[in-house]
């Protein structure tokens, strides 16, 4: 009796812990990032190049953002539903202290194939900052005469792929010029935090 007791306590500690571990994965996978501040307008200090006519989205990313694969892979299949109709840069912000090499990784890579689709270094995230991000992944449109038109993230939530509301109100307002929302949350790490190993070089990176 006393080994069936045994048993039927460590089964329901076994639930209890694999349901915290699955609550604490679904509040993470959920918990949205910062919102961005983007000017109404194009800012006309940025070096960003920007085509009279053309809609234009700018991603601000870090290079080392895991949650941010999935960001790519969206605006990937985003590039191909809108071909020809949408100018898109992804600006990888990079720390004053990084290495030279160090914003070249796997993300920078993913974003570089994408037909029509600019990657830029943003040093020391100035532009970035120009466009008022704080989140990897976030996403700024702008329509032909260079007004915001949406602010967000393009995923449904942190590193998942999928159809979004993000997605789907670009694609509308690049198609149709309306949208049912102007907005969406962003799923992702930030952009400019001390404390995060996402955004700061490691010790042995720094030596390089």
């Known amino acids: 009796m ?10 329901c500690l076994w639930i209890a812990v694999v349901c915290a571990g699955v609550g604490f994965l679904w509040s ?5 990032g910062a919102p ?25 990313a870090h290079p080392k953002c895991p949650c941010s694969r999935a960001s790519v892979e969206e605006l990937s299949n985003l590039m191909t539903n809108c071909a020809g109709r949408l100018d898109a840069y992804v600006l990888f912000v990079t720390p004053k202290s990084a290495p030279r090499d160090w914003y070249q990784t796997d993300l920078w890579s993913s974003a570089a194939r994408i037909p029509g689709v600019k990657t830029m270094l943003d040093q020391d995230g100035k532009e970035a ?6 989140t990897s992944g976030q996403v700024v449109l702008y329509d032909p005469n260079g007004k915001r038109v949406f602010s967000g993230g393009i995923t449904e939530s942190r590193g998942h792929v999928g ?12 198609d149709a010029g309306t949208a049912n929302t102007d907005s969406t949350v962003v799923f992702g790490c930030p ?13 042995d990176e720094t030596k390089k």
């Open 28 to 32: 993470y996978g959920h918990a949205a």
């Open 163 to 174: 159809d979004n509301k993000g997605r789907s109100a670009i694609e509308s307002l690049v």
């Open 2 to 11: 006393s080994r069936r007791i045994a048993l039927g306590f460590a089964v």
């Open 36 to 60: 961005a501040t983007p000017p109404q307008y194009w800012p006309s200090e940025t070096a960003i190049p920007r085509v009279n006519g053309h809609h234009t989205l700018v991603m601000l």
């Open 129 to 134: 900052a120009r466009f008022g991000a704080l």
């Open 191 to 203: 952009l400019f935090n001390p404390g995060s190993e996402c955004v700061v070089p490691s010790h």
